[in-house]
């Protein structure tokens, strides 16, 4: 089989941002402002912190007002909430993102739920996730907005397909099985009780892995000409470099369609992000207007 088709996030992403930044200033001219995203970080990951720079960096190319706090390690659950409150109740902020994990002593449930969800860029908010789950009108979560964009682009049709995630977290997994559903795929979510976890992947024609585990998508379990999408990243300790859930080169000779990691998924949930911002801005500028 030849090899597959590489969906590159970075290129599409790209284009993405693209049109956004292309749109800004006629919204500034019309609104009086840019669209506008917080960004808070507590701690000093070294991860966290990169990806919080990113977001800030792509916020800052297409034109929005981008702010960062940065927070100490020690800081209290109290203080934080109250930062967000601040945020929630500031006019001139549309997006709010807490970058996740926070630390131990600090509950995420109750930080997910403390940011407005009307500025809940994530999509994270019990709010925004029950939309999501009874089909209505909502925030669509990043990453999983990203992966559907990606198979869209390269003209995979979801309908009618067997799809199975690897992986049931809340923020990936489960709102990737439920978007795949929404498309019409016929969607198995496999996780760390899977039994034979090959047999059931081998079924897919798009196998979506999203666990964080260093290449623990071989290519036995594959099927040949499926579409392959590596949400996961991980460091590979012999190279340093970052790699995904999947066995890029053999995998690569199997599927049909495949996406790297780094220039996959990563730089398309930061567009998806751009979006999510630009959304919940218009939306609250339509609402002041
Ligand atoms: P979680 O740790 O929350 O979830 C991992 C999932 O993988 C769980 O559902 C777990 O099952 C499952 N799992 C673990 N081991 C196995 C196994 N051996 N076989 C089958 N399933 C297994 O991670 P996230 O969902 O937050 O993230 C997943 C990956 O995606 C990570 O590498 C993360 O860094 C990456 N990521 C990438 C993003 C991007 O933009 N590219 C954005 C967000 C995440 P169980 O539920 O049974 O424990």
Same mark, same amino acid.
């Given at each position: ?13 790209? =284009? %993405?941002?693209?049109? %956004? ?26 991860a ?16 929005? =007002? ?68 009874? =089909? ?21 049709? %979801? ?11 809340? %923020? ?40 964080g =585990? ?17 949400v996961g990243v991980n ?7 970052l790699?995904g ?16 990691v780094p220039?996959?998924?990563g ?23």
């Open positions: 089989m030849a090899e597959a088709t590489i969906i590159s996030g970075k290129d599409l992403a790209r =284009k %993405i941002k693209e049109d %956004i930044a292309a749109r800004v200033p006629a919204l500034v001219e019309k609104y009086g402002r840019a669209p506008h995203l917080a960004v808070i970080l507590v701690g000093e990951d070294p966290s912190q990169s990806y919080v720079k990113s977001k800030g960096k792509d916020a800052e190319q297409v034109g929005f =007002k981008s702010t960062t706090i940065r927070l100490p390690e020690e800081t209290s659950e109290e203080k934080l909430l109250d930062i967000i409150a601040g945020l929630n109740a500031d006019d001139d902020v549309d997006g709010i993102l807490v970058q996740l994990p926070v630390p131990a002593h600090i509950d995420e449930d109750r930080v997910i739920e403390a940011i407005s969800h009307e500025k809940d860029v994530d999509g994270f908010h019990p709010a925004n996730v029950a939309a999501l789950w009874q =089909k209505r009108p909502c925030a669509y979560p990043c990453t999983p907005k990203g992966v559907i964009r990606m198979l869209d682009e390269a003209g995979v049709d %979801i309908q009618g397909k067997r799809a199975v995630v690897i992986g049931r977290s809340n %923020i990936v997994g489960l709102p990737m099985a439920k978007m795949l559903l929404d498309r019409n795929a016929t969607v198995t979510v496999a996780h760390s009780r899977t039994k034979n976890l090959p047999e059931v992947t081998r079924e897919a024609d798009i196998l979506v892995a999203a666990v =585990k260093l290449r623990m998508v071989t290519a036995d379990m594959v099927a040949p000409g499926a579409v392959v999408i590596d460091r590979d300790p012999e190279t340093g470099k790699a859930d999947v066995d890029y080169e053999p995998v690569s000779r199997i599927a049909s369609v495949i996406t790297p220039g996959g998924v730089p398309m949930t930061r567009a998806c992000l751009m979006e999510n911002t630009l959304e919940c801005y218009l939306k609250a500028m339509e609402k002041h207007s």
